[in-house]
């Protein structure tokens, strides 16, 4: 064997053999070459070097088959943190997770307005005040951009929301923070970590996560593997036009779902509410949060009109399920993001307008359902560098 091909071959191994010890608990080395077939000096040798790297440590002793009684493995889960950003909302939410995925700390900034440029220097220093705040090693920095993202070159295409256009983030962070840096769709990211969290990882299952944030886009799960088209961009549903007659859009068209159904539309529009039926209260800033709020103020005005809006939206993301669901035949939907807050009631409502529009036997077979993941990006993004920089899931 040639230099190279020991170097892969050993890497393969490595990668192996972290996995095998992520996705099983109480394993000896012993195990560990039997679950993966390799040999117990290759084992022995490469966990030497994970425990050297700190991302697994001697535990404790098992029970004895007869001798010795074997040692126990772990996985350690707070060795190194992971950097991720979600650049979707209309708050940007940072945060820093373990090797597990568990969220240690997050940190929400608004974005009020402002220039590409700016908002770029936004990114710069969120990724800068959560690298203070590690604590342990950073293994890398994940990012779920909102809009056209090619994650393979890391340039964002075009991001509608942000201004941002051909922007070659993943460089630019690289360069900054000398850190490997991973790129995606924040849709894309949000139905990965929906998939991972259900302990699909082994099946064969499909799914549809629908985002809503600043703007809406949806990550489709095909077989356990992200759908991304031919052009990294399925599930670009946000700028597909749903009513000829709608609202302008920010991209320039008019009646994009985007224009009808986003948080940031929503907000605006309840603010308009508001203010037409001269309710004063000081109320939440995202658009879903701010909804449910407006139903419970006791104001009927208020709560009439928010009905009626509501109501709308229920319809168009009834009608957008049933498109996709129809398209492919996938039957498991999950809505994500702050949409959450307006609890059953709404869910119930989008369920509904879904089943009317798709054929009866479909319909029944739709299963729809909020995602009961605190930060899905974030954890996508966690899934990006994970599995980029050790082979993990
Ligand atoms: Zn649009």
Same mark, same amino acid.
């Given at each position: ?121 936004e990114v710069l220093h969120l990724v800068r005040s959560l ?106 549903i946000g700028h597909v036009v749903v009513d000829s007659d ?21 907000? &605006?529009? *309840?603010? #308009? ?6 309710? +004063?209260?000081? =109320? /939440?800033?995202?658009?879903?949060? @701010? ?37 492919l035949n996938i039957n498991e939907l999950i809505l994500v ?33 909020? &995602?009961? *993941?605190? #930060? ?6 966690? +899934?990006?560098? =994970? /599995?980029?920089?050790?082979?993990? @899931?």
């Amino acid at each position: 064997l040639n230099k190279a091909t020991r170097s892969q071959t050993k890497q393969h191994n490595t990668r192996l053999v972290l996995r095998t010890m992520y996705n099983n608990a109480n394993l000896s080395r012993a195990d560990i070459a039997r679950v993966t077939s390799l040999t117990r000096p290759t084992v022995s040798s490469i966990v030497e070097e994970l425990i050297n790297r700190n991302l697994v440590t001697e535990s404790r002793l098992g029970p004895s088959t007869g001798g010795k009684r074997p040692i126990i493995l772990e996985f350690s889960k707070n060795s190194q943190e992971i950097v991720c950003l979600d650049l979707s909302g209309t708050g940007w939410v940072g945060g820093l997770l373990n090797l597990r995925g568990e969220l240690l700390q997050k940190t929400v900034v608004p974005i009020p307005g402002r220039g590409p440029e700016m908002l770029l220097e936004e990114v710069l220093h969120l990724v800068r005040s959560l690298l203070m705040q590690a604590t342990a090693p950073v293994l890398g920095i994940g990012i779920a951009s909102p809009g056209l993202v090619d994650s393979v070159s890391g340039v964002i295409a075009q991001a509608v929301n942000l201004g941002w256009r051909d922007l070659p983030l993943k460089r630019l962070l690289q360069e900054r923070f000398g850190l490997p840096v991973y790129l995606a769709n924040d849709s894309h990211l949000a139905a990965l970590a929906e998939y991972h969290a259900d302990g699909h990882s082994s099946s064969e299952q499909n799914l549809i996560a629908v985002k809503l944030g600043a703007g809406v886009g949806a990550g489709i799960v095909i077989r356990g593997r992200l759908f991304t088209g031919d052009g990294h961009n399925a599930g670009e549903i946000g700028h597909v036009v749903v009513d000829s007659d709608g609202p302008l859009c920010m991209c320039g068209n008019y009646g994009c779902l985007e224009a009808l159904v986003s948080g940031r539309i929503l907000a &605006s529009r *309840l603010h #308009e509410i508001q203010a037409k039926v001269g309710y +004063t209260g000081q =109320l /939440a800033e995202d658009g879903f949060v @701010l909804a449910q709020q407006c139903l419970q103020t006791n104001y009927p005005p208020l709560v009439e009109q928010t009905k009626q809006l509501l109501d709308k939206v229920a319809v168009y993301l009834g009608q957008t399920f049933a498109q996709l669901a129809g398209t492919l035949n996938i039957n498991e939907l999950i809505l994500v993001g702050t949409v959450r807050a307006l609890g059953e009631t709404f869910l119930q409502q989008v369920h509904k307008n879904a089943r009317r529009s798709v054929l009866p036997s479909l319909a029944d077979q739709l299963h729809l359902r909020y &995602s009961s *993941l605190p #930060e899905s990006a974030l954890l996508g993004c966690a +899934t990006l560098v =994970l /599995a980029g920089e050790l082979g993990i @899931l």
